[in-house]
């Protein structure tokens, strides 16, 4: 009987230390291109977010900053006719969807960098034919240099980041961004990597627990 209720102990113990892992695990912010870690926020708010925006979704909606507000975001920069990475980077999408599909507090975005091409109708197919749900995910069209600027300067989504790029220079990268409720930037993660992709997927369990 003690033997009993000492593997009973055991289990209970080792049960609540996993169910707690997340809790005791924090995530970084960011507020450099650079990507170094910082551990505490400033008190009197002065830390870099994503800035006020006005872009359409796949519905002909508008979504804007206050869009991001009370959500946990993986922001993504895409074209519908990429015959390259972005199909790969879908796939991921797809993955994540299907994982956090009952959560609310989870939100998907993809930005279109040849908005010019991806109209409100194109965006519309793309979501069909990719099983895209709108509730989750996501699918933006704007302004390019609207696009351009959030992409490179606010969500810092290029790895190449050094260099001083306008919209002539093509935006093109496989990074998810993590955008944390508050609209700070908690991590970047390669998309056609399977290990970070599950580190991202662990990321979020731990920004749920926030």
Known sequence: ????????????????????????????????????????????????????FKLIDQQGKAFTADSLKGKICVVDFFFTSCPGICPKMAKSMTALQKDFFNDDSVLLISHSVTPQQDSVATLAQYAKKNNVSYNKWKLLTGEKEEIYNLGRKFYFVEEDLGENKDTSIFLHTENFVLIDKNKIIRGIYNSLDPTSMLSLKEDIKVLEQE
Request: charged content about 20%.
């Open 1 to 52: 009987m003690k033997i009993n209720k000492l593997y009973l102990l055991l289990f209970t113990v080792a049960l609540f230390s996993c169910q707690n892992k997340e809790q005791l695990r924090k995530l970084p912010y960011y507020n450099t291109s650079t990507f170094t870690p910082v551990w505490e926020l400033p008190e009197d708010g002065s830390f870099h977010s994503i800035r006020d």
